[in-house]
């Protein structure tokens, strides 16, 4: 059982366009919730998090929203670039620091330019 | 000035063999992971260490034994591999304990994996 779901495995935007990742969780323990950002042969990097006490997390070209009620979170890129294309995942956290990361399957995110 | 740093990055091997992938991190940490990418692309916890002492011990094969001697290496010590244990390992390190005054945070950050195939 899937705690934490990505159900769209990829995406394909134009340069300068918006990216809306989205992610769906149903473990209402989770507190705490992060992005990261995948290039092929490497580690994941993280991009952003959002605590459960707030509902928007701003850094750069990257937003995050939750939506606590519907389990939903979703990152949003703007302006996309090229150097966007990679596989982000999202994961969530039911504990304090220290716990393990559960993640999502991953969404494929491809930038055109 | 690598932060987490994993030897070897690919590991080819036979069923039945003993091997190991070794994970340091330098960025002061105090709780380190192994994580497990499958062949369907899930990234799951395997094992915990918090100060050398283990914290999270998921259903992983007892053939699976980490170790780590200090805070800033993390082990993975598989036995008897088999084809199953084929896959993508990733070593990640997080700040549990910050400084005073100092909230840590629930981040935790990945070395590059080791692609493991047993043949």
């Known amino acids: 059982d899937q705690q934490v779901k990505q159900n769209s495995p990829s995406l394909s935007v134009q340069e300068g366009r918006i990216s809306i990742l989205n992610c769906d969780y149903t473990n209402s323990m989770f507190d705490y919730f992060l992005w990261y950002k995948k290039y092929p042969a490497e580690g994941p990097t993280f991009l952003i998090s959002i605590s459960s006490i707030k509902d928007k997390n701003e850094d750069g070209r990257f937003t995050v929203f939750l939506n606590k009620s519907a389990k939903h979170l979703s990152l949003h890129i703007v302006p996309s670039q090229p150097g966007d294309s990679a596989v982000y995942f999202c994961a969530a956290s039911d504990n304090q620091a220290g716990t393990a990361l559960i993640f999502g399957k991953g969404t494929t995110l491809s930038v055109s330019s | 000035d690598t932060a987490v740093s994993q030897t070897p990055k690919y590991l080819v091997t036979q069923m039945g063999n003993d091997k190991s992938i070794k994970c340091e991190q330098n960025?002061?940490?105090?709780?380190m992971y192994w994580y497990k990418q499958d062949s369907k692309k899930f990234l799951k916890i395997m094992f915990s260490?918090?100060?050398?002492?283990?914290?999270i011990n998921e259903t992983v094969p007892n053939r699976f034994s980490p170790k780590s001697p200090d805070k800033a290496h993390l082990n993975l010590h598989i036995n008897s591999l088999e084809l199953g244990d084929s896959a993508v390992y990733f070593c990640?390190?997080?700040?549990?304990?910050?400084?005073?005054?100092?909230?840590?945070?629930?981040?935790?950050?990945f070395g590059p994996g080791t692609r493991l195939t047993v043949t």
């Open positions: 960025l002061g940490h105090d709780t």
């Open positions: 260490y918090n100060n050398k002492e283990l914290i």
């Open positions: 990640a390190s997080s700040l549990t304990v910050g400084p005073a005054g100092v909230i840590p945070s629930y981040e935790q950050y």
